[in-house]
């Protein structure tokens, strides 16, 4: 059993922590107050690497092992949660389905350019009356001649806003299909950013598809093979969010504690109560739990193994450990942790996003209850 990183992952990760503190943290307040991701962020994120983190280098990618990408993701969050998660949509749900189940041409003509920043990819599987329960999804594909259209409703497309690609998933004759629909075909709309609150310099978009033609060349995989996609997409998400949720626990720890060795109150730094050494010692032992879960699903996937069970595994936990650990850390900073003008209350705000973006804890606990079934022959539906 080794549970050290490796000499190139150390490198990678202390590299990624460098540009993280260096050219993200000094913006993520100012553009999670505008509601903004600026291009000149997600530019110097893509010269980075970090937009073709997991592609091949003949495609211009990083080639990043999963353990590498999960630091990456890790310490982008520690600086921005927003960051990441576009980051993670952009290449576990969006590239990544591209590069396991594209065609020559479509890897081809996308992925070269989602390196280099130039596309930026948006997941569109959930609808109004489809969340959880994706799988029940309405929007339509329609086989007319050598062209689909699509027609439906999607809602909560992260990078909805800046996407110049959209993975879009329809129900069409045989089953759940996947479609590469350029943000420019007509008949595709985007409407205003939602309002949330946490991750504000994301964007989270409904998109309307009204009659909206594309070549049937344009199908991602088999037809009725798109819920396989989906599922692969979701559980590489699963772990980024959660190495999301483990990053900023950890900020948010390094924050607060540097915090209670400078806040004097009763004559003392606050350091110096037990209740606040309790506060952050609860969360360190939480977080260094959920580091090695993180770590662990990541190598996993290195091993070419399925890590579907991991990836719920992985997410309910990151999403309960980066809540608490937020929640105690605003404590530790009394008022101050409250106040928008300090960090504390941005991670906050974020972490609780993680509970539900990438589907609820209740379901991905329902698929850790389904293996565990499964294993004494008893068939549990979700
Ligand atoms: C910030 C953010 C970003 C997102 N980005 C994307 C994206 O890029 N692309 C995309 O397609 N979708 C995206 N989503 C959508 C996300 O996947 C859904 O919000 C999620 O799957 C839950 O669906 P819902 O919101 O409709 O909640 P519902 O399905 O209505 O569920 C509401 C609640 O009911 C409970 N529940 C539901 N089903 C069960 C069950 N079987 N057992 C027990 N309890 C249950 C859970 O507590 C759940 O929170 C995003 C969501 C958020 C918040």
Redesign the pocket.
Known sequence: MEFALNEEQRMFQNMFRDFAAKDIAPHAEEIDHEETMPASILSKAANQGFLGATLPEEVFGAALDGVSYALMIEEVARACVSLS?VTA?HVS?VAMSILEAGSDAQKAEWLEAMSAGEVIG?????????????QSLQTRAVVDGDEVVLGGV???????GIAGLFLV?ARGAEGIDAYLVPQDTPGLTVGYREP?L??RS?S?NTVYLEGCRVPLTNRLGQAGGGWDIARRAQDRMAVALAAAGLGVATDAIAVASKYATERIQFDVAIAHKQAIQEFVANAYIETEALRYLVYRAAWLSDQGQSVSVEASTVKAFAARVARNVTNMMVQVMGGYGFMEDYPMARKYRDAR?L?????????H??RVAQKIFADLDVEIK?
């Open positions: 998660v949509a749900m948006a997941f569109a599987l959930t609808e109004p009356d489809a969340g959880s329960d994706a999607k809602t909560w497309v992260t990078n909805g998933f949330t946490g991750l994301a989270f996003s509970g539900i973006i990438g589907g609820p804890t209740e379901v606990q329902l979700l």
